[in-house]
């Protein structure tokens, strides 16, 4: 694990999405396509690199452009990249909390929806008493 992502991990509550993530890209059908691609990468741009490292940057500008122009990750960010991600995010927390502290959000919330069933909103008409309109005054001018 790098550095990094171990850092990330020991970060509270971070350590459990860290985990749901890398369970989830352990099982991801593009995993094995992404791990050929950066072995063809390496094989292909280290050589490239040190030959003409300018031409590289160029044409990191020019593959950059492109990528900037089509917008790729509209695709990517659809709901059902994620249908995998968040099941396992949700058991995972599940499992990282104590079930006393499940059980007693969940009677916390039994209570409090018994006690709106219990106590029905009163009226409008209860809520604020009617006045009787002032009567008219009478007028100077008659």
């Known amino acids: 694990m790098p550095a990094w992502l171990s850092g990330l991990a020991a970060i509270p509550g971070a350590g459990v999405l860290v985990d749901a993530v890398r369970s989830w890209w352990a099982q991801h059908p593009l995993r094995v396509a992404a791990l050929v691609a950066i072995d063809a990468s390496k094989t292909l741009l280290l050589p490239l690199a040190r030959r003409n490292p300018v031409g ?19 695709g990517f960010l659809k709901p059902a990249l994620f249908a995998g991600l968040l099941p396992q995010l949700i058991a995972k927390a599940m499992a990282h909390v104590p079930v006393e502290s499940w059980l007693s959000v969940l009677s916390a ?28 005054s009478p007028s100077p001018l008659h």
């Open 56 to 74: 590289l940057v160029v044409g990191a500008l020019v593959v950059g452009g492109v990528i900037a122009w089509v917008r790729p990750w509209r």
């Open 109 to 136: 919330f039994a209570a409090q929806q018994t006690d709106r069933r219990a106590d029905p909103a009163p009226s409008p008409s209860a809520e604020a008493p009617e006045t009787p309109e002032p009567a008219p």
